[in-house]
């Protein structure tokens, strides 16, 4: 039997916030079978700030009630104009 997962998903910027295309959502969890799970991420960040930053955390729980979670952060980095 599959754990019960949760995923939890934020950002330094706000969802929908001006300056990034004002558009959300700004992640998709998907789940493709047997357990996995795909994250899609929007690749874009405020043009007035220094980068986004989505903070991802998978909890793991099994039918006894162990849990285990994992994080993992990813970064949009601003435009290096040259």
């Known amino acids: 039997e599959?754990?019960?997962v949760a995923i939890s998903i934020t950002s330094n910027e706000p969802i929908n916030g001006l300056g990034d295309g004002d558009t959300g959502p700004?992640?998709?969890?998907v789940a493709t079978g047997n357990g996995s799970y795909q994250i899609?991420?929007?690749?874009?960040?405020a043009g007035n700030g220094s980068g986004r930053v989505y903070t991802i955390r998978v909890t793991a729980t099994d039918a006894s009630?162990?849990?285990s979670s994992a994080g993992a952060t990813v970064?949009?980095?601003?435009?290096q104009k040259k």
Not at 26 to 29: E, R, T
Not at 40 to 45: D, F, G, K, V
Not at 75 to 79: A, C, E, F, I, R
């Open 2 to 4: 599959n754990p019960n």
């Open 26 to 29: 700004d992640w998709n969890v």
């Open 40 to 45: 899609y991420l929007r690749a874009e960040r």
């Open 65 to 67: 009630g162990n849990a």
């Open 75 to 79: 970064s949009v980095p601003k435009s």
